[in-house]
C-alpha cells in the first residue's frame, strides 16, 4: 500500500505562500488520484485541491479557488500543493491523500469517503 508524507509547512505571515509537498511510496504513482484537506482546530476536515491521475483535472472549493494551485509529478513520485495569499483562515494542518484510478483516469475526487491511504499531515500556521 502506498505511504504518504507531507512537507513543507510552517509558520507565515498573511499574504506569504508556501508549496508543500507529498512524496509517495508507491512507484506506480501515476495510477493514483491525489488529494489535499485540511483540518483546523475544531473543524471538520475539509477538501481543498485534487488531481486526476492523469494530471488533466483538477478541483478545488471557492475557498481556495484562484489561490491554491495542486500538480504532480509523477517522475519523483510527488504531488504539490502551491498556496498563495494565504490568510489566517487557511491555519489548519493539511493533509496529503491518495486513491488508486487507473493512469488514464481524468477524474478529480473531491470527497474524503473516496480516499484510501492519508498521509499524517503538515502543520500550516498563518498569522495576521
Known amino acids: 500500500q502506498v505511504q504518504l508524507v507531507e512537507s513543507g509547512g510552517g509558520l507565515v505571515q498573511a499574504g506569504a505562500s508556501l508549496k508543500l509537498s507529498c512524496a509517495a511510496s508507491e512507484r506506480t504513482f501515476s495510477n493514483y488520484a491525489m488529494g489535499w484537506f485540511r483540518q483546523a482546530p475544531g473543524k471538520d476536515r475539509e477538501f481543498v485541491a485534487s488531481?486526476?491521475?492523469?494530471?488533466?483535472?483538477?478541483n478545488y472549493p471557492d475557498s481556495v479557488k484562484g489561490r491554491f494551485t495542486i500538480s504532480r509529478d509523477n517522475a519523483k513520485n510527488t504531488v504539490f500543493l502551491l498556496m498563495n495569499s494565504l490568510n489566517p483562515e487557511d491555519t489548519a494542518v493539511y493533509y496529503c491523500?491518495?486513491?488508486?484510478?487507473?493512469?488514464?483516469?481524468?477524474?478529480?475526487?473531491?470527497?474524503?469517503?473516496?480516499?484510501?491511504?492519508w498521509g499524517r499531515g503538515t502543520q500550516v500556521t498563518v498569522s495576521s
Open positions: 488531481i486526476s491521475a492523469s494530471g488533466g483535472r483538477t
Open positions: 491523500a491518495a486513491r488508486i484510478a487507473g493512469y488514464t483516469s481524468n477524474y478529480a475526487y473531491t470527497q474524503e469517503h473516496d480516499y484510501r491511504t
